[in-house]
């Protein structure tokens, strides 16, 4: 759990299976949405980025608060994708043994491919990610604990990509152990299935450089050809975090999809969208989850926090073709080129209020051509957030 973004401060319902129903006052669908907000004064080369427009909201859908299934306590749902096979849909939690051991549900997304009516979401399996020994992670702040923060499908080897954020002490955390981030394959059924190489400068230290504590890796995408992976937030060397005058640079890294890695790349993550109250409050800012369009392209979702305002999330392409290579640089301090992009869309002007969103998947496409998108909200298991569902119609060209 992103333990830096809880807002500090329901019945569980016992069920085999969850149907999502809408929002208190929700409609079922939207109409087409208006206009393209602006981007953002900090989005470099926009005359370069991709071409995504979202067409049409589909509507919200939610699950209670923390329910049980299968003995499980369903929430802090941070990652999903789809098998677009069989249209399974495969969730996250970033639970660390708080309820329950580090694991991933599975479950169905209802929209209707000729209309793109949303539905519902229906949990239908739960399964307990494994160690190379078979044994579950341990728990937070324990050696070799897992912090499960993002998951792909991969249709070629019918596994699992999930992304861990890993752990390690700071100054306000001094007795969390180190436990590294990574990114590793597993099974339909939860097993150990490798991990892909990591650059020298994404090695998690005790000490005040590589990635700070909770900005490890958040995002994950599978591109035909490529393997992707952000980092939330700035390294130690790459400057601070994200200030309401000044945003900070995040790397992407990139393999094949034998597992070599081939490049790294700056993502700029724009400053926050307001200062938090008071004006010295706690905020952060980073990139909480990607998805990739093609090999080059991909969507982000930039989600900040600020005590006194609450979440906001915006939701920005970007194109990695002209950006530097920054993969064998400790620091940014040269002048490089980062990865073109532009604002798609500020999500609050979907539900109010936004919430802690950190999950993105393609959904089934539609009659007209439009691509589904879904985005989803970590709940942090907190009776004050929901675990909420938008879908989106898109095109992209």
């Known amino acids: 759990m992103d333990d830096k973004k809880v807002l500090r401060g329901g019945a569980v319902l016992a069920a085999a299976l969850l149907v999502a129903g809408p929002a208190p006052g929700a409609a079922a669908a939207a109409p087409a949405a208006g206009p393209e907000p602006r981007a953002g004064a900090g989005a470099q080369h926009a005359d370069a980025a991709p071409g995504v427009r979202i067409s049409r909201f589909l509507g919200e859908r939610r699950l209670p608060h923390k329910p049980e ?5 369903v929430g802090g749902l941070s990652g999903m994708d789809r098998d677009p096979r069989t249209g399974t849909w495969y969730f996250i939690s970033d639970d660390r043994w708080r309820y329950d051991p580090a694991r991933f549900y599975t479950g169905h997304v209802d ?4 209309t793109g009516a949303f539905s519902g979401v229906r949990i239908s399996g739960v399964r307990t990610l494994q160690r190379p020994d078979g044994g579950p992670y341990p728990g937070f702040g324990e050696p070799g604990s897992a912090d499960p923060e993002a998951i792909r499908f991969d249709p070629r080897g019918n596994r699992l990509l999930w992304g861990n954020e890993g752990d390690r002490p700071d100054a306000a955390h001094p007795g969390i152990a180190l436990s590294p981030l990574s990114v590793q394959w597993a099974g339909t059924d939860g097993g150990y299935r490798g991990a892909l190489p990591l650059p020298a400068n994404l090695e998690q230290t005790a000490e005040d450089r590589g990635p700070r504590r909770n900005y490890g890796f958040e995002a994950v995408a599978v591109a035909p050809h490529r393997i992707a992976a952000m980092a939330e937030g700035p390294r130690y060397e790459d400057g601070v975090p994200p200030t309401a005058e000044r945003g900070a640079p995040v790397r992407l890294t990139l393999w094949n999809r034998d597992g070599d890695l081939r490049a790294q790349h700056a993502y700029r993550v724009e ?4 200062a938090p109250v008071p004006a010295d409050g706690d905020a952060d800012s980073g990139v909480s989850e990607i998805l990739a369009i093609d090999d080059h392209r991909y969507l982000a979702l930039e989600r900040s926090w600020m005590q006194g305002v609450g979440y906001r999330v915006r939701l920005y392409a970007f194109d990695v073709r002209g950006a530097t290579d920054v993969l064998r640089r400790d620091r940014l301090d040269a002048p490089y080129r980062p990865v073109s992009k ?8 979907y539900a109010d209020p936004t919430q802690n969103l950190e999950a993105m998947a393609w959904g089934p496409r539609l009659r007209t051509g439009e691509r589904t998108l879904l ?10 957030e929901v675990t909420q569902f938008l879908a989106f119609a898109v095109r992209a060209r």
């Open 271 to 274: 400053p926050l969208p307001a």
């Open 111 to 114: 929209i209707d491919p000729r």
């Open 69 to 73: 299934f299968e003995g499980t306590t």
């Open 342 to 349: 532009r604002l798609v869309a500020d999500l609050g002007r």
């Open 375 to 384: 985005i989803g909200s970590d709940d942090n298991f907190d009776e004050r």
